[in-house]
């Protein structure tokens, strides 16, 4: 009886605004929404209503046929709405960090798809999910453009209970949790990026900004803090794309404190780090993690600068290389490179252990930065005073740029 209802009424108006208590009850469990505003919309070549459901600004696509289930699969760039453009529109100091960071990387998310889209010519697809455990994210994925071998733009926002290795980790952070005392809620949101182009003579980039609480069991924050960073990975070096990638980085870092991009660009270069190699994986960026030592909204400030300097730092470089003639040569080198982007993700990344070691976690969303070609070889070096030497040099010690 209420669905044809509500059908019905959603036919004679454009938007209505529903309250927090149908939210819940109707849209989502998740506890970190705030309020929904749906629209009548129409599937392309269906008749059939649906209800697009704005959560901050990312959009939950429903059929109006009572299981409110995901009805169908679309581009992302098809869902931008018009704050897309502005990826800084939430200002309320009074809104709780955990729904204001869950907004803006919805819209950073968004905003990325749309340039990026522009530029390969392909649409990404769009795998919206839920957590059995708690929580939601999309993931956006280009495979095989006209640019990209692989690309990905993926969102979480995540709560439930903190495995056990997971607070082990922690704890070996020096944060203060006692995993007797477990298990203890959390909540994580985050937005996670990484391109492969195809073009060998064109870097990969990866980014990744990120928002953690442990929680009281009333649900207010009882650590908190914040992460990310953004790093360029080339299988051959162009010392004014460097330079580029890390003024860009330097001018964002240095609005907020001027002591945060050496700081951060040494502990990218720290992290990112093939031990069991010798050699960096890339030519670095910025890195940080378990920032809390500023107010949550100085931080926040700042991560929302990282974020909107994204497109700036890496498009015109592409814009530059992704048209450049290469041979086969060239990109068998690229493949071995892509080799190594395999082997820090598995054996080193920190981020990779936390998603594998999460109940629930999304193995598709996690491998989602690994290229979709890679090589390795037997007691392969690079030929010498070779280009692919140039790199290697560097890779093995690493400059300062800016």
């Known amino acids: ?79 931008v709405n018009d704050k897309s453009k502005n990826v800084n529109f939430n200002n309320d100091k009074k809104t709780p960090m955990r729904h204001r960071m869950g907004e803006y990387i919805k819209s950073l998310q968004q905003h990325i798809i749309k340039e990026i889209e522009s530029l390969d010519g392909k649409k990404f697809e769009i795998d919206q999910w839920k957590r059995e455990q708690g929580g939601e994210g999309i993931s956006c994925i280009l495979q095989d453009g006209n640019v990209f071998e692989k690309a990905g733009v993926n969102i979480s926002i995540v709560y439930g209970k903190l495995p056990e290795a997971a607070v082990q980790q922690m704890k070996s952070r020096n944060k203060e949790i006692d995993p007797s005392k477990g298990p203890h809620p959390f909540f994580a949101a985050g937005i996670s990026i990484v391109m492969h182009p195809h073009n060998p003579y064109a870097p990969t980039i990866h980014l990744n900004y990120r928002y953690f609480e442990i929680n009281n069991e009333d649900g207010t924050p009882k650590l908190w803090w914040f992460g990310g960073g953004s790093d360029l990975t080339p299988s ?13 980085l330097k001018d964002a870092c240095d609005k907020h404190d001027v002591t945060f991009y050496p700081e951060f660009k040494k502990w990218c270069d720290k992290y990112f780090y093939l031990q069991h190699r010798g050699e960096a994986r890339g030519v670095g960026g910025i890195f940080f993690d378990d920032m809390d030592r500023k107010p949550a909204e100085e931080i926040f400030a700042f991560i929302k600068q990282c974020g909107n300097a994204f497109l700036p730092s890496y498009v015109p470089i592409i814009k530059k290389r992704m048209n450049m003639k290469f041979d086969e040569k060239e990109k068998h080198w690229q493949q071995l490179r892509r080799g190594r982007y395999v082997e820090f993700n598995l054996i080193w990344d920190r981020g990779t252990k936390f998603g594998l070691q999460t109940p629930g976690a999304r193995i598709e969303s996690i491998f989602m930065s690994l290229p979709l070609t890679a090589r390795w070889e037997y007691m392969h070096f690079p030929e010498k005073n070779s280009r692919e030497e140039k790199l290697m040099d560097v890779l093995k010690n690493p400059r300062d740029w800016v």
């Open 1 to 79: 009886m209420f669905l044809p209802l509500l059908t019905r009424f959603v036919s004679r108006l454009p938007s209505i605004k529903i309250n927090n208590a149908i939210n819940a009850a109707y849209a989502t469990k998740s506890p970190f929404i705030n309020n929904i505003t749906f629209s009548k919309k129409f599937l392309v070549n269906s008749r059939i209503p649906v209800a697009i459901f704005f959560i901050s600004s990312g959009l939950s696509f429903y059929c109006l046929n009572g299981n409110f289930q995901l009805t169908s699969q679309v581009d992302c760039a098809a869902s």
């Open 236 to 248: 051959y070096l162009f010392e004014e794309d460097a330079i580029h990638f890390h003024k860009t």
